[in-house]
């Protein structure tokens, strides 16, 4: 049954990307050459499976969370621009800026660990 799924939502079994530079949910799973998942035989690999997709599906969550930091990064030197010399919206939009660069470093760093770990774990 999960190697019809498998079959079904794999698109061609393409791991490079796909939608928006998102990773498919299969892709630290380990396939053979017609998209077949290898390891879904008996009930201990498939609960050795399940966290291989957790964190493709925690991995594509947190590349969501850097884009919305480059967006309030965007919305802060928005703020910063149209802030008229304004003291109080000067900071307020610095503290925007600082903020989601610090949001982005830490979805940056977060991505780049899942990544090893979901390479590393499967295959």
Do not use: E
Not at 25 to 48: A, E, H, P, R
């Amino acid at each position: 049954m999960i190697n019809q799924l498998v079959t079904v939502f794999a698109v061609a079994c393409d791991k490079s990307g796909g939608f928006f530079g998102l990773i498919p949910w299969y892709q630290y799973l380990k396939l053979d050459g017609s998209c077949n998942v290898t390891g879904f035989s008996t009930s201990q690999q498939i609960v050795s499976n399940v966290p291989l997709i957790l964190l493709a599906v925690v991995d594509d969550l947190l590349r969501i969370a850097g884009l919305v930091a480059v967006i309030y990064a965007l919305y802060g030197s928005v703020m910063y621009v149209t802030s008229q010399g304004s003291p109080d919206q000067t900071a307020k939009a610095q503290n925007t800026i600082v903020n989601a660069l610090i949001g982005l470093a830490l979805a940056m760093i977060a991505v780049t660990l899942v990544s090893f770990l979901g390479k590393k774990l499967g295959g």
